[in-house]
C-alpha cells in the first residue's frame, strides 16, 4: 500500500531552527509537495521537490532523497506565525496526491 | 481576483438529508478536486474531475456524487448524509500544465456537520 509518515506533533522555540521529516511509500514518484496548513484554515502550497537535493526558499527549505524514500522541511528563525500544521504529499504515479496526516507545529516564545 | 470559493462554509445537517456542497473557481483550470479532512488523517480524495463532463473516483468516494456540466464549478453532493460524513471538505484545482509543479490551490473548506 502507500504510505506517508510524518511525526503528529513538534514544539520549537521562537528564533529557532526546526526539522519537519517525511518518509514515503508509494507506487511512483512524481514529486513531493510540503503545504502549511494553519488552524481552521485551507493549506497553502510550500515547495515541491522532483530531483534529489536541497530547494531553498526564504527562511523554508526542503531536502528530497528519492533513494530513501524521505524528504524534510527546515524551518529557520521561527516566528510565532509558523504555529500550523505542515502537510507532506507525494504525486504518485498516476499523478495523485497522497497526503500524509500533517506535523502541528508548535512555537513556543 | 476571487480565485476558488466554496459555500456553504458551514452546514449542520441531519441523517438521512442531501446536503450540497459547491464550489467555484474563476481560472479555468482543469483540474478540481473534492477532499475531506478528519483529525489523524490525511487529506483524502473523494472525487476529481481532469475537465467539464469528466469526473473519476478517489479514495472515499462511498455516499458522495460529483457531477462538472462547467469548467468552473464542481458541486459535491451528499445524497443521504451520514454521522460519519462529519467532516472539514476542501474542494482545490489544478492547472494542467507540464510547465506547472501541479501545486494545488484550495477553497477555505466546509465544515459539515451531520447530527
Known amino acids: 500500500g502507500q504510505n506517508i509518515d510524518q511525526p503528529t506533533e513538534m514544539t520549537a522555540t521562537e528564533g529557532a531552527i526546526v526539522q519537519i521529516n517525511c518518509t514515503y511509500q508509494?507506487?511512483?514518484?512524481?514529486?513531493l509537495f510540503w503545504y502549511q496548513q494553519h488552524a481552521g484554515e485551507a493549506p497553502t502550497f510550500l515547495s515541491y521537490?522532483?530531483l534529489d537535493g536541497l530547494e531553498e526558499k526564504g527562511r523554508f527549505s526542503s531536502f528530497l532523497s528519492r533513494s530513501k524514500g524521505y524528504s524534510y522541511l527546515l524551518l529557520k528563525e521561527l516566528q510565532m506565525k509558523d504555529s500550523a500544521s505542515y502537510l507532506c504529499?507525494?504525486?504518485?504515479?498516476?499523478?495523485?496526491?497522497?497526503w500524509g496526516a500533517g506535523t502541528k507545529l508548535i512555537i513556543k516564545p | 481576483d476571487a480565485g476558488i470559493t466554496q459555500s456553504p462554509r458551514y452546514k449542520i445537517t441531519e441523517t438521512g438529508r442531501q446536503v450540497t456542497l459547491m464550489c467555484h473557481q474563476t481560472w479555468s483550470h482543469s483540474y478540481m478536486f473534492w477532499y475531506r479532512q478528519d483529525l489523524g488523517h490525511g487529506l483524502r480524495l473523494i472525487y476529481y474531475s481532469a475537465a467539464a463532463d469528466i469526473t473519476d473516483k478517489g479514495e472515499v468516494p462511498d455516499g458522495y456524487v460529483v457531477s462538472r456540466s462547467k469548467t468552473e464549478n464542481f458541486p459535491l453532493t451528499l445524497e443521504s448524509a451520514t454521522r460519519s460524513q462529519t467532516s472539514v471538505y476542501f474542494c482545490?484545482?489544478?492547472?494542467?500544465?507540464?510547465?506547472?509543479?501541479?501545486?494545488?490551490?484550495f477553497g477555505e473548506g466546509s465544515r459539515l456537520t451531520v447530527l
Open positions: 521537490n522532483v
Open positions: 508509494t507506487s511512483g514518484f512524481n514529486g
Open positions: 504529499a507525494v504525486m504518485d504515479s498516476n499523478y495523485q496526491l497522497i
Open positions: 482545490a484545482s489544478r492547472v494542467d500544465s507540464f510547465a506547472n509543479t501541479g501545486e494545488l490551490f
